[in-house]
T-cell receptor, first 113, second 117 residues
Framework: AQSVTQPDIHITVSEGASLELRCNYS??????LFWYVQSPGQGLQLLLK??????LVQGIKGFEAEFKRSQSSFNLRKPSVHWSDAAEYFCAVGAGYGQNFVFGPGTRLSVLP | GAVVSQHPSWVICKSGTSVKIECRSLDFQATTMFWYRQFPKQSLMLMATSNEGSKATYEQGVEKDKFLINHASLTLSTLTVTSAHPEDSSFYICSARVAGDSTDTQYFGPGTRLTVL
């Protein structure tokens, strides 16, 4: 069965600094990979996804993620963080069409002014 | 596109009553919808998978008689919490897959906060 780890429970960065959120997965084949963001009391918004092709994926709000098969990772990056990026970020893995997601535990991002 | 709504956004009820939560795909057809539960500062826990026109598939440990799921159309799934108790208080989130989308992407609703007194 697939699993997802997000090693960082909470990250604090200063506004304007760069950001990298880590995601590692365990799955035998090439998974479908997703990053979602959740603001307090809200649902999840899709930031980006990878399912095939170019391993560097661009998403909304200036985020990007890179799939590295050799490291079983799908880290999320942003070159310059804005205060509005403060939220909870979830990495998710899909095992293939029609299969359910497995979510990571989430990383809470705080942004200092 | 791919907007999912939930109603109500929050609800307070007395212990022993039933509560219905609606999940709608507003601009697409969703053959599959999912219901999650989220506790404070935790990740999402999948409760059940709902396919249009068939019975929902519940995850292990989820009481199907307590959490009734109906997916009567390609745009609507409902979750009814029957005989609610305080321990059912939680944040419930639904998601939906676009019919024919081979990438498995799930689009999430804004969630429903349930408080049982």
């Amino acid at each position: 069965a697939q699993s997802v780890t997000q090693p960082d429970i909470h990250i604090t960065v200063s506004e304007g600094a760069s950001l990298e959120l880590r995601c590692n997965y365990s799955y035998g084949a090439t998974p479908y990979l997703f990053w979602y963001v959740q603001s307090p009391g809200q649902g999840l918004q899709l930031l980006l996804k990878y399912f095939s092709g170019d391993t560097l994926v661009q998403g909304i709000k200036g985020f990007e993620a890179e799939f590295k098969r050799s490291q079983s990772s799908f880290n999320l990056r942003k070159p310059s963080v804005h205060w509005s990026d403060a939220a909870e970020y979830f990495c998710a893995v899909g095992a293939g069409y029609g299969q359910n997601f497995v979510f990571g535990p989430g990383t809470r991002l705080s942004v200092l002014p | 596109g791919a907007v999912v709504s939930q109603h109500p956004s929050w609800v307070i009820c007395k212990s022993g009553t039933s509560v219905k939560i609606e999940c709608r795909s507003l601009d697409f057809q969703a053959t599959t919808m999912f219901w999650y539960r989220q506790f404070p500062k935790q990740s999402l826990m999948l409760m059940a998978t709902s396919n249009e026109g068939s019975k929902a598939t519940y995850e292990q440990g989820v009481e199907k008689d307590k959490f009734l799921i109906n997916h009567a159309s390609l745009t609507l799934s409902t979750l009814t919490v029957t005989s609610a108790h305080p321990e059912d208080s939680s944040f419930y989130i639904c998601s939906a897959r676009v019919a024919g989308d081979s990438t498995d992407t799930q689009y999430f609703g804004p969630g429903t906060r349930l408080t049982v007194l």
